[in-house]
C-alpha cells in the first residue's frame, strides 16, 4: 500500500489548495479514504472522509463549508479542495487508509497559511 501526498505549499489567508494523494496497492475504488493534519506542537486531527464511491463525505466541524474531499476512481486519486485558508489551519495534511486491520498513512504534505 502506498499513498503519495502533493499540492501543499505558501498561501495567504483567505487562499485556496488543492491537496492531491495518489494511491497504489489495493483496490482503491473499495475502501473510504480520509484526510488528516497535524499542526506543530499538536496531535493528529481528522479533517474528512469520503466512501467508497463517494456517495458520502463527512468534514470536521472546523473545515465544515471551506473544504471539500473527493475522489477519483479512475484515477485512484483523493483530493482536498481547501478554501478561505485560515492560519489555523496550517499543518501537515495525511491521507489515509483503513484496511486489514490497520491503517496506511502517506508521508504528508505541507500546508502553511501566512501573510
Known sequence: V?????????VQPGGSLRLSCA????????YALRWYRQAPGKGREYVAVISSAGG??????VVKGRFTISRDNAKNTVYLQTNSLKPEDTAVY???VHLASRDYWGQGTQVTVSS
Open 94 to 96: 495525511y491521507c489515509s
Open 56 to 61: 458520502y463525505t463527512n468534514y470536521a466541524d
Open 23 to 30: 494511491a497504489s496497492g489495493f483496490i482503491f475504488n473499495n
Open 2 to 10: 502506498q499513498l503519495v501526498e502533493s499540492g501543499g505549499g505558501l
